[in-house]
Every structure is written in C-alpha cells, then in structure tokens.
C-alpha cells in the first residue's frame, strides 16, 4: 500500500493505492484542521488501513528543506521523519506540491488538456508546469536519461513587473513601505481580488467584490470585473512567458492550479497567448512553445503518488 497527498493552504487531497490503483481517497479543507496530522489520522480511521504502508510522498504547498515542509498559507508542518515514526510508514518524501504535480504531467491523456498554443514541441526539451490557485506554484522538468528530473521552486516569488499602466496601478495598490510585490501577489486567487480593488479605485460606484471566483462569475455581465479578468490573465501570460524563457521550455508549458481551467474562455480569448509572446527580440520564438491547460484537478495527488510508488521500487 502506498499514501499520497497535495497539501495546499486551501484543500489537502489524500489516497491510498495498491497495485491496482486507487483504493480510497479523500477531499479536505485545509483550514477545518489545527496540523496535518490530525487530518491525516482521521483520513486513515476513515480508510479502516490495516494494512502497512510502504512509502508516502507528500507534496506541499510551501518550501521543502530535508523532507520537511511548512505551508506558507497554513501554520502546519509536514515533517516527513516524524510522521513516518507516528504512523508506522517506512518511508516518507516531502516535496514541494508543483515537483508533485509535475511529475503527474507525462501521464496526462488529450483529455484531459486544453491547448492554448500548438507550438512546435521538442522532444526531450525542458517542460514547465505553473500554477496559479490560492498561491503562484512552478516547477520544470528536465531531461536526465531516459526520464525526467524535477527542479521544484518559489518562482512566485520573483518581482511583479507592469507590463502597462493599469498593471502599474496594481503595483501601486499592492506596495507597502520596505517591502515587495511579486508575481504571486498578482497572478493568484488573491492577486484577481487585489486587481479588482486597484481598478475600484478609480472607478467607484461598482459592485463591491473581493471573492476571486465571484469576480470569475461576474466578467460576463460586470465590466470593472471583466477588466480585472483580462488584467489578470494578461499578467499569468507573461509571467508564463518569461519563465518559458528561463528554461526554454520547448517540450510544453502547463498551467495547472485551480483557477486556469475556470478561466478557459478567457485564456482561449487570446489575451494570455499575446502577453505570453510579447518578448521583444525574442518574440518570434514564443511561437514555438506549446501551451496548455491542464484539466485533471488531481494532478498533484497522481504525482505523489507516483513518486511513492517510484520511492517503493527504488528501496
């Protein structure tokens, strides 16, 4: 029997599997538990798991340091030896939730992607997978033999930078003294609210919205969140584009989290695709890279569990 888990700062997926695949799994919200393993027992009571558990992998929302992790939108700890000592595992990964999930991206059938650009794919070129949901997740995968080796990072973290005034405004709404805007603080769940706000500003009178998905719901009929939208998306796109750069990500770039495939009219309208390509000197290559959405929610939870699987051959 192996264990996997997402971990993130807004819902923790958990499975059991054998060599048949799936035997129970578990959709939670993070914020109802005080720690993570408090949750995690509850999940195994549930499962009624007799049997022992040969390898776990945990992927987390946050930076990973010796199989330990701390979430950085949750006071929990994952401490990959001391949850292996309590409940009897034999081995337990922590890894970063994006290293998770893009090992799951080999796996993916057509179906379950949406294709933004068609591009040119290399294979055995670099693959980036990035995340827009209640943070900014990245992670690439880099050729290495005959498979593929995963560099997890905090690349949501880098500097915000404004592509055109109203990007600038946003900055400006989100500066504090002695700090720093990033990407996150833009491109995620937080980041659509905190442009609706930057853009209410100089347009009072509107509908007061600060959930991300009621502004997602209100673009049809609502111009300021409709505004916020394109905004948003046109932020994600170069973002995406600047990292695609970075690795030179010819065997695809995928945008997984949860709030691009709620946005696939949007992303599909184009606005993602040009800010994307808008590279300068480079902006003939961005044609090149293939884009996609990823549909399958439980990317991140396949992912662990493949790499538990793989932690089990390996022992």
């Given at each position: 029997m192996i264990l996997g888990g997402d971990i993130g700062g807004t819902k923790t997926l958990l499975a059991l599997a054998d060599e048949g695949g799936i035997v129970h799994e578990r959709r939670f919200p993070s914020r109802d538990w005080g720690d993570f393993s408090a949750l995690l027992r509850a999940f195994l009571d549930d499962a009624g798991c007799a049997a022992d558990i040969a390898a776990a992998c945990f992927g987390v929302a946050g930076p990973v340091l010796d199989e330990r992790a701390r979430l950085t939108y949750l006071p929990w700890t994952v401490d990959g030896p001391a949850l292996a000592r309590f409940f009897g595992i034999d081995r337990v990964r922590v890894v970063n939730d994006f290293a998770a999930a893009a090992q799951g991206?080999?796996?993916?059938?057509?179906?379950?992607?949406?294709?933004?650009?068609?591009?040119?794919?290399q294979p055995g070129a670099p693959r980036l997978l990035i995340g827009a949901g209640t943070?900014?997740?990245?992670?690439?995968l880099l050729p290495e033999g005959a498979g593929w080796r995963t560099v997890g990072g905090e690349g949501g973290h880098i500097g915000f930078s404004p592509a055109d005034e109203a990007q600038l405004a946003v900055w400006r709404h989100l500066a504090r003294p002695g700090?720093?805007?990033?990407?996150?603080?833009?491109?995620?769940?937080?980041?659509?609210?905190?442009?609706?706000?930057?853009?209410?500003?100089?347009?009072?009178?509107?509908?007061?919205?600060?959930?991300?998905?009621?502004?997602?719901?209100?673009?049809?009929?609502?111009?300021?969140?409709?505004?916020?939208?394109?905004?948003?998306?046109?932020?994600?796109?170069a973002f995406a584009g600047d990292l695609a750069l970075l690795f030179m990500a010819r065997g695809g770039?995928?945008?997984?989290?949860?709030?691009?495939?709620?946005?696939?009219?949007?992303?599909?309208?184009?606005?993602?695709?040009?800010?994307?390509?808008?590279?300068?000197?480079?902006?003939?290559?961005?044609?090149?890279?293939?884009?996609?959405?990823?549909?399958?929610?439980?990317?991140?939870?396949?992912?662990?569990?493949?790499?538990?699987?793989?932690?089990?051959?390996?022992?």
């Open positions: 991206v080999a796996a993916l059938r057509p179906e379950q992607l949406a294709t933004l650009q068609e591009g040119r794919p943070g900014l997740g990245v992670a690439a700090g720093r805007v990033t990407a996150e603080n833009v491109v995620s769940g937080p980041g659509l609210a905190a442009i609706y706000a930057s853009l209410a500003k100089v347009s009072p009178g509107g509908t007061a919205l600060e959930d991300p998905a009621g502004i997602v719901a209100a673009a049809d009929a609502n111009p300021l969140a409709r505004q916020a939208v394109d905004l948003f998306v046109a932020a994600y796109g770039v995928y945008l997984g989290g949860g709030i691009a495939p709620k946005l696939l009219d949007r992303l599909r309208q184009g606005g993602f695709v040009r800010a994307f390509g808008a590279r300068g000197a480079h902006a003939g290559l961005m044609a090149d890279f293939p884009v996609r959405v990823v549909l399958e929610e439980r990317l991140g939870l396949l992912g662990a569990l493949a790499i538990a699987a793989a932690h089990t051959s390996s022992a």
